[in-house]
């Protein structure tokens, strides 16, 4: 694959992923902790990167310990990308991504670097599946060094985002960042009809 593919992966991975999306609630859950906020943009960014590194890794043996398909996968991970694409489109957060519950936990919570910001907020089952998915693109190990990058480079972008939380929460309006969560949802709902269709064209050719 060339660079434009790898720049794709790294669109579509960063609009799942979404961390300019989850600065309302990265400022709420840290409401009452400001002084740490560095510390747990940090750590946050640092998981989602090990979150994606184990999922790189280990993708394809969970896939195949459970007699999955890559195809069967990537029309479920397609549709799983589709729902959450539509609730990004109406400028919300679906519950693929978090619960009421889990909020209410965060906010008794004295860490919520891992969960649930960076687990299932930010490297949920949307973002598990779209780096499987990537994962099995790649067919040689110089494919999952780049792949590996891209990942890391989003992790490093959720680090800025939540570093800069404060700053970007008081410039940008609740408008802005719906109409940026809105074109971000509409990319990710193109990528996830890309994923049904090929997974469709190899499990019934005679679709094709």
Known sequence: MDWTEYTRMFVGLFAIVSPHGMVPLFLSFT??????????????AFSV???FTVTILLGQSILNFFSISVDAFRVAGGILLMTIAFGMLEARRGR?????????EAMDSASVSVVPLAMP???GPGAISTVILFTNQ?????GKLALFAVCQI????????F???????DRMSKTTMNITTRVMGLILAAMSVE?????LRNLLPGLA
């Open 96 to 104: 693929t991504r978090h619960t009421p519950e889990e909020d209410e």
């Open 154 to 161: 989003v992790a490093l972008m959720v680090w800025v985002i």
């Open 31 to 44: 409401e009452n902790i400001k002084s740490s906020r560095p510390r747990i943009a940090k750590v946050t």
């Open 163 to 169: 570093h800069f939380a404060p700053q970007i929460g």
């Open 138 to 142: 790649t067919n040689d190990v110089g």
């Open 121 to 123: 907020l930010l490297a």
């Open 195 to 199: 994923f049904i269709v090929g997974g």
């Open 49 to 51: 990167g090990v979150i």
